[in-house]
């Protein structure tokens, strides 16, 4: 739940490094921070707070260098706490290094303890300190063979931009579990967590990071290594990228996010057969794709019965237990004189807890709606993700110990449908291979730690 | 391009204010402010900046007092001053009044000079000044026979909420240019520009504040008196609120506005007739409704074809020359798997200047669009507004000066057609009468100043 | 408890204007402002806080213009508004008006009322509004006549400095209360409250303005005027500038503040004649001139005993009921070492309610000091000011309810003592004649106002 | 050149901490912190700025914890950077550790490219992370043992408080160079840079912390251990720290600075013999006492000549080339009345670059002075500090490369004379022995690094 951008290039990056944070800032809203390579020094800012705040003009005229990473962090519960913002920046063997980090790893608190019982001293409370360490420890100067060495260690997922002494490096995890793409501009390198960075520069996708692949730009080039040749397990594409995270506009892995948000709402009418309700009403922002893929498919029209307030960010006054529902009402206010007496379908993309499914039927119920029927475009999230999305214990999964039905009169719906797994597959149209272990609980990667570490 | 509420109550209003201000957000960005009556004080707080960033939650509650009013203001060339902010303040013969205004006189810096020739001195420069030493003028205790004299002097379009000595007044000029909503919560009365503000305090809306009515509530009661029983012209509600500015689930003089714009969609679909395309893509987010009606009645798919950046607001560092196109695409990035190759038809609410149709055009075709088609759910702005929405002098609307023809070429699309002022007309189902000045030129009230003051 | 700066060039003033302002400081830590003549509008910035911390490199480098005033204004009670922060700046007749206000009128309610009366506004909470609301009446182009008209009505204590279309203006009232110094560096004019604004500049300081005097600085020279000839009052400087307010380095009226300061504690010894102590302990920072003038007189040693934190500035939390005691010793700490078992002299500049004398003689008691006995350089104060110094209401003024009994029980020092007003006066050498209405009772002008303005 | 407190209590201690931290503010102004121990967890808040700027009231009381410490840091060249604020926090072999540093180590560097080799990843630039490493590798459990064998490898002057587990530690380096004082209030324990910070909390001073001693206070005693039995080297007590540093109020290893102070002017003025003056001028705020001590001595009257602005701190904006002679004034303005034509003994704590005496003499030229006789309460700064103080590289010391007649010329006084070594230890009054290797090259630990290490 966060994203990296690393760019290599022959002027100052930092004030692209500032663009292509903005356009992921969806990725995290929490922190970020940059980190630009100078001469032999790195120079970096990071702090809490949105990319817009964080950076002002003379701020980003003082970053010099031509080789940097950046970092947005999404707001974890427990860990938000300025040690955390990232990218981190330290010194081993007289070399600089920095790195940031997105994905979770499943083994960092046992590495962790191995590293403390060696007397290691951590300062942050996150998977990429451990990963920094490990690194650290092996690398001496070559920087393929000490990242090698560390991702037999390190297990889960990452996707990381690094910045050694006068090169640029990516990697990605060997199932490839949390996206990384790579862009060129003229012979500029760009690396992030999604397309967007690169197209708002005006740079061209090259090509996904593959799993396992370690990519390193020096002297103007890049070059491609793997961690092993042995091990070269299918991709594991987090499906819920597509579902939820990522934005409209990403293409991860060949695919493209709407289109696949379009066919999951066309495949849950298809399965739905007549309906008989007078429109479809998205829950904004990310339930719009599936449900005009259900309006597509079913003939129904595709009505906005929620309007979202464009300015309800991070400020916000903490409200009273009385005040809650005005708070989710300025979030999204019923849109009474589209959906007063009428049978909807409400299209919402996931869902987690339910607790938000049950406040947005209330206050429809309330605008005077006369059926809901909520179907959700991805099918019920069961188990809890270890590789960096940020799904609650499964205790707290509502489809991990209700039923169907259970479900429907928590939640206060009509009736309740979700995409079931073939369906989300089907409309994957095997573009590529996913992880999909929130929905059957079918983990590539076997959980090694008991607590949970700081993801990112 | 401003908003107001007022709210009586008989207990603190502050935090209510507060959230009814966040939900008028999009009326004004740039300063926001609330005024409370504590006995015979008045507490104020007003500042630039958005609501949740003025106002801290210690603030809040040190703003005492059961009757308030709340302004959030537009950022309007040359007037971007904390003096600006409003309510407005002061206090005549031992009174003091508080005033919030959304609006434009035409005829306030003749009033303004007339004042000053008498030896007024004026602090800030806004038409709400200008009223609020009229009012003072008059005022020796009877509100509603100073109102009746002031309105007697003022000329154009404005929504006032005043607040008294122990009394909130809200007063909507008679023609009703600009909206104004009253509602119930309990015991508590409610004005606001726009009826979300009620709807999420969970207050019912009772009606629209009748163009030419002052309704005074005191004593827990509210009373209507009307500027004149002769002077009644016809009700000339603002259309343009409902084409572009007003939030999709604001009902203004019994016109909804999401509904409006889907008819406006519908009618310019029929009016093409039969188009050869494969898509119909919104311009984010005003552009939606319309889309979806004109995808309702073509027949053809809606598909979001740009992506909005949700975080683009107040704080991004100004992009020098070369990197204007950065920021433009970090606003609108084009979704570029979805439109290559595609002949689209690009639905925006309206077309002022021609600027950004034409940017967004430039960058949909370099992602691969074959064709663009834009079609407009208004009639081309061919006039400007003297009634308080900010379009620019007549020379820079692109369609005062430049046929269909030059349109298309200027923009750069490959055909454009407005909605003609019939079918918006059409679109509106007589639910009112409205001014239409910006299409006709049919100006309701004679501008009479020459210079502009800054409107609200 | 205000100060003014005015500044006349052929070059931008903002830069010069924000030195003289943070040379000023003392005078005003609440908020500060300035404006500047740009042409034939007016530039200004006003806000809550420090000079060091309103105005920033940037904003200043914006706010161009070659003649400029600028105020600091001081923390009264009740009227801590940003509204209230100064210069204010107003239009009337489309003539521009910036005015900056160091002092308080006797009649600013019964104006205020008058004008009220008439229909004005007022929309702050100061004598300053007033003043510009009045000169604003009479002010059709002649400025010199304006302030003639303009000093018949307010009545009372005011140094001000105005700027008008092309013309800086400098005005003293008749009693000359307040201090307004003029000054030269090349061609450029500049007035100041204290002369340490215009020695920052590396300017030369050419008189005090005189009492009843305007000076109009047109076209590049500088013009006198009197008030009246006929209404030549004596000279009231206020001599609680020299005891408290102004800076060491003051000269006001050709006496100097420290020397004055240094006389005083000399007169004061040898009215004590012998005194069994060990050591004279200033109350830092106002008490050292005092203290080495007693100490000069008497023989003894003067010791720091009381050691201030220089930290100790506006943003401070605010001590619980039980902390109060340390938040008093944070600012002033005993220097136990240097007093623990002596017999000290402690000097004050003045005492006005006597709570703080009391907490500082417990905390040197705790400290181990022996006898302290309390030496007040200046006479008891008895009567409030109405000319602008910040004194509490009379009931709150110790010494006005107190024998020196009563008084020497009541703060807990051994002896206490005053210098008297014969001394006093004694140390201004008849440089110039005083206001010491505050000690004697004999207001040079009537307060005719019941309740308080905000002064300046 | 930095402070540290550490508190041990049986209820919350931010709030202390805070007080204390606020009465250490001259230590060290660039940035500052505090972590407290609740339960398993440490919580801080480290920040750039102020102790008043940095924590809210709001964030104190969420500061949870009855064991803590805190931290001021000076703003030292090239590492002014949020990474270098303290206290450090991190956690090694599931035990938490958190510690504040001020000293400086002469072998830092090399132990960290020792711990570098070994794999350790630096992420700040000081000194105290690389204590910590070198504690943390050694830390299982036993504080003690652990500290004895982290002090056989860092060399240099350090004074430390460290928090662990249920404890909290204060370590002094074998020499004493840096202060470090104990005190108690009831129960509580409360260690010190000085001991200001204790009286403002009302507790009672107990003792200097020994060189080489470790007091660890756990389950609510005190108990002393010392590095080594055989290692007890001479107190070396930082000489510079009573003549500059510490504030007046500061006993440190018995020696109370004011008196030493008043006393160093006394014996300068005894060596001086008579002078033709006219008077004694401190530079202020430190030059007071010794202008005291040898006006005392001397017979001549000490007065104010130069008037400081209180309000010049960190904010304050960059002066150009032109207007840097404006920024010494607003900082120090001479009082002209006072030096006209005066003959004056300036007196200043002591001379390190040279600079800011030749600008304050140049300005007392200008303000009249007739003759200005330099006199330093401490002999020629001749060689740079290894062991915290940040005097400049030797180059840059004006007495380490040019005689008296020279700095006298260079500097532009008439006459310049220093305290000599033997003057200023008999001013010691043998209360301790020194470290004065900045005065005699007499170093009593080696420097082993050739590069510099961030200080603290």
Known sequence: MCGVIGIYSDKDVAKELYYSLYSIQHRGQESCGMAVLDGDDINYKRDMGLVGDVFKEDELSQLKGNIGIG?????????????????????????KLAIAHNGNLVNANYLREMLEEDG???QANSDTEVILYILARYYKGDMVESLKLTMDQIKG??????????ELVAVRDPHGFRPLVM????????FASENCAIDILGGEVIRDVEPGEIIIVKDGKAKSYFYSENYRPLKKSCIFEHIYFARNDATIDNLNAYEFRIRCGEILANADGDINADMVVPVPDSGWAGAIGYANASGLKVSEGLVKNRYVGRTFIKPTQEEREIAVKIKLNPLASVIKGKSIVLVDDSVVRGTTSKRIIKSLREAGAKEIHLRVTSPPVQYSCYYGIDTPNRSKLIASNHS?????????CDSLRFLDIEGMLKA???????CKACFDGEYPVKKIDKEEQGSC
Not at 74 to 83: E, I, P, R
Request: aromatic share 10%; proline share 2%; charged share 25%.
């Open 157 to 166: 997922a990452y996707a990381l931009v690094i910045m050694g002494e006068d």
């Open 120 to 122: 290691y001293m951590f």
């Open 428 to 434: 994957t149209e095997n573009k590529a291979t996913f």
């Open 404 to 412: 169907i039905e259970e479900m429907t009169k928590h939640i206060g």
């Open 183 to 190: 862009g060129k501009k003229g012979d500029e390198y760009i």
């Open 71 to 95: 970092h947005v962090r999404y707001s974890t519960a427990g860990g938000s706490h300025s040690a955390n913002c990232q990218p981190l920046v330290g010194s081993c063997r007289r070399r």
